[in-house]
DNA sequence: TCGTAGCATGTTAGCGCTAACTTAGACGAC
DNA sequence: GTCGTCTAAGTTAGCGCTAACATGCTACGA
C-alpha cells in the first residue's frame, strides 16, 4: 500500500517512479497530459499510482511551475445571495479546469480588502475576481507588479484595471426612476445601503435621482440603512419615508429590505400601488408576496461564470475579444408598480 | 524599486537579504516572527522589505515547511444562507491566523465530493471541513492516509471520522412534532428535501416522524421536494399535501420553502395556525410574513466559527478538548403554529 | 581564568515537483 | 548508407523558501 520515504513521510512521485520502473519525469508527464507518454508506459504508472496511494503534491508543483491553479476572489460578505451568486458562478466555471477557488471575505471594510489582495498575492493566484470598481492607488501598484490577470465585477468601472464583468448600476437606477416617470409618480424615494464602500448600491442611487432630476422631478426622498439590521426595522423606515413626503413610489436598493418594507406598508394599511409604489432588486419572494413585486433581476451568478472564462481564456495566453461585458439587468414589472 | 533577479523575475528573500545585509534566514525570521532577530536587524529588513517591493511567496513557504496555511471547506451550494453561514464563520475564525479558506461547491453530488476533497488533499490543505455525516470507505481512507484535523459540520456523526459541530437534526424534528402535538394536532406533514445528500434534511423528517409514531399520532404524510423549483410550485405542493389529509399542521425542512408554502395557504384562504399550522427552519423573512413564522433557529455561521476554532486548536498541537461540539437549536414561536 | 549558557545570526541541505535540455531509437527520403 | 526528423523517455538543475544544525558573541558564576 503506501511507501513511504524519508523527510515528511509522503508518497512522492519518485516512489511512483521506481514503481512503475520509468522516471519522474514521465510520471509527471503522464499527470498532466497522459498524451505524451505511450500507452505501455501510460498503463504501468496508471497502476503504480493506485498501487502506492499517490496524491500529487500540487503544492512542489505550483513551485516549480509558477503556477498555482488557483484563484482569488474578494467579496463583502456570503451572507447576500447576491453575493454568493458570483463564487458559485466562478467556481461553476472553473470546475473542468483544475483551478480551485480562494474566498475572501472583507465585510465592506476597505482595508480588509488590501490585506487579503496580499495574502492572495502571497499564495500566488493565477487569477484575482474583485467586487470594487474604484481601486486604491496602493492596490493599483500590488497588482500591476503582480501581474496576474484581475476580473472586476458588479460595476462597469470607468478606469478598469484589467478585465470587468458587471451591470451599469446607474443604467438601472435610471430605468426604475423612468418606468416611475412612465406610471405619473412625482416625489419618489430612494431607499439605499449605507455601507461607504457599496458603491453599486451609491450608483444605483444616483443613476435614480440623476433620471428624475432631468425629467423636472422633485429631489427624491433619500435614505441610506445598515444592512441586515434594517431588515428588522421596516417599518421606522417606511414611517420615516412618509414623515418626509410622503412618497408614492419606493425604490429600495438594499436587498431583501424591499421585501421587509412590502409587509411594513401592508400592516400600515397602505395599498401598493395605489398609495405607494414599490420596486426593489430580485429576491426569492419578490414574486411570492401580495401584491407581487416588480423588480430589477441581475444575474449576479453570470458575473462569476462569465470572470472565470475571461480568466481561463487570459490564462491559455489567448485574449479574451472583450475586457469588459456588460451582462444588462431585466426589469420584472409586477402589481407592485 | 523591484529588483529582479533570474528565473520568474520576482523579488526573492535574498534580494531582501542582500539589501538589508543579513541572511536570508534572518528575513524567514523576521517575517514568521519578528521577535526573533534583533531591533537593528529587524528595522533594515523592514526597511529593505519596502525597498525591494517584496511580498513573499507563501508556495515556497509552503513546500519547504510543509504547512500551506489554507484551509478547506465543503458545501453543497452557497445560494443558500445557511450553507453560506459557516463559510462566513469560518473565514472570521481564521481572520487573524493568517490562514485562507479554499471553498468548495459540491452541488449535493457525492461524487463531487470526492473530487474535490482528492484536489484539497493535493493541495495539502491543512485542515478541512465538511458538510456530510456519512463518508465514502474510499473518502475515509483518503482522509486517514492525509492525517491533516478534518471537522464535520451541519449534523453530530454516530460515527465521526475526527472532529464534529452540529446539530441534532433528529432533535429538531423531535421538537417540532412535540411542539404540535402539545397543540393538539395529531395528522401532520413534512416536507423534506429530495436531495439525496441532503442527510440533514432527512434527519429531521425522521425525528419528526418518528416522535409522532411514539405518540401514537397517525403517520404523517411526506412529501420531498426539489429546491429551489420548489419555490414556485407551493400552490401544487401544498394542494397535493391538502389532498392527502388534510393534515392541520406542516413541517417543513426545506429553507426558505416554509416561508412559501405560507403564501401559499393563504391564497388558498386557509388560516394560519386555525385551519393549518405550519414552521420550519429560520429565514429573514419568517418574522416579517403575517403571522409571523414559527420556526426553528439553527446558528450555523458558529459552526463555521467552531469548526475553525477547533482546527486552529489541533494546528498549534494543541487537542481540543471536544471533539464534537453541539451547537443547539432554538424554538422560535410565534403565530403561526 | 575558564566553562557554559543563552542569544542572534549564518550555513547547508533539502521540500517535491517541473522546465529545459539531452539521449536513444525508429523511420523514411535521397 | 547517411542524414534529418520525429517521438518517447531520461537527466539535470533549479523554483523560493525553511528546518536543522553550526557559529560567534556576550554574560556571568565558580
Redesign the interface.
Known amino acids: 500500500m503506501?511507501r513511504r520515504s524519508r523527510g515528511?513521510g509522503q508518497v512522492r512521485i519518485e516512489d511512483v517512479a521506481r514503481e512503475a520502473g520509468v522516471s519522474a519525469q514521465s510520471v509527471s508527464r503522464y499527470l498532466r497530459d497522459p498524451g505524451r507518454v505511450g500507452p505501455a508506459t501510460s498503463a504501468r504508472i496508471c497502476e503504480a499510482i493506485s498501487a502506492v496511494?499517490y496524491?500529487?503534491?500540487?503544492?512542489?508543483g505550483?513551485?516549480a511551475s509558477?503556477r498555482?491553479h488557483?484563484v482569488g476572489i474578494l467579496l463583502p460578505?456570503?451572507?447576500i445571495?447576491a453575493h454568493?451568486?458570483p463564487?458559485?458562478g466562478l467556481?461553476a466555471a472553473l470546475r473542468d479546469s483544475?483551478y480551485?477557488?480562494?474566498?475572501?471575505?472583507t465585510g465592506y471594510d476597505a482595508g480588509a480588502e488590501e490585506r487579503l489582495v496580499?495574502?492572495?498575492?502571497?499564495?500566488?493566484v493565477d487569477g484575482l475576481v474583485l467586487t470594487s470598481d474604484v481601486l486604491s492607488a496602493e492596490l493599483r501598484r500590488?497588482l500591476t507588479?503582480?501581474a496576474a490577470p484581475v476580473v472586476q465585477i458588479w460595476e462597469l468601472p470607468s478606469e478598469p484595471f484589467d478585465m470587468a464583468v458587471g451591470v451599469s448600476n446607474k443604467a438601472v437606477g435610471a430605468a426604475v426612476a423612468g418606468h416611475f416617470l412612465a406610471r405619473g409618480h412625482r416625489l419618489c424615494a430612494a431607499v439605499g445601503h449605507a455601507q461607504a464602500t457599496d458603491t453599486r448600491s451609491a450608483a444605483r442611487v444616483a443613476g435614480f435621482v440623476e433620471t428624475l432630476a432631468a425629467a423636472g422631478a422633485p429631489a427624491p426622498i433619500r435614505l441610506d440603512v445598515r444592512m441586515?439590521e434594517a431588515?428588522?426595522q421596516?417599518d421606522a423606515i417606511l414611517a420615516r419615508l412618509c414623515a418626509e413626503g410622503p412618497p408614492s413610489a419606493v425604490f429600495c436598493t438594499a436587498g431583501?429590505l424591499t421585501?421587509?418594507l412590502h409587509?411594513a406598508a401592508?400592516?400600515a394599511g397602505l395599498n401598493l400601488p395605489d398609495d405607494l409604489a414599490l420596486m426593489g432588486l430580485d429576491s426569492?419572494?419578490a414574486?411570492?408576496?401580495?401584491p407581487p413585486l416588480s423588480v430589477v433581476r441581475v444575474r449576479t451568478y453570470e458575473f462569476g461564470r462569465l470572470a472565470g472564462e475571461m480568466l481561463i481564456e487570459r490564462l491559455a495566453g489567448r485574449r479574451p475579444e472583450t475586457q469588459m461585458r456588460d451582462v444588462g439587468f431585466e426589469m420584472i414589472l409586477r402589481a407592485s408598480t
Open positions: 503506501s515528511t496511494g496524491v500529487p503534491n500540487l503544492i512542489a505550483s513551485l509558477n498555482s488557483v460578505t456570503l451572507a445571495p454568493a451568486g463564487v458559485e467556481a483544475a480551485e477557488v480562494l474566498v475572501g471575505t496580499r495574502a492572495f498575492v502571497g499564495r500566488r500590488t507588479a503582480f441586515p431588515l428588522a421596516a431583501q421585501v421587509a409587509f401592508r400592516r426569492e419572494f414574486a411570492l408576496v401580495d
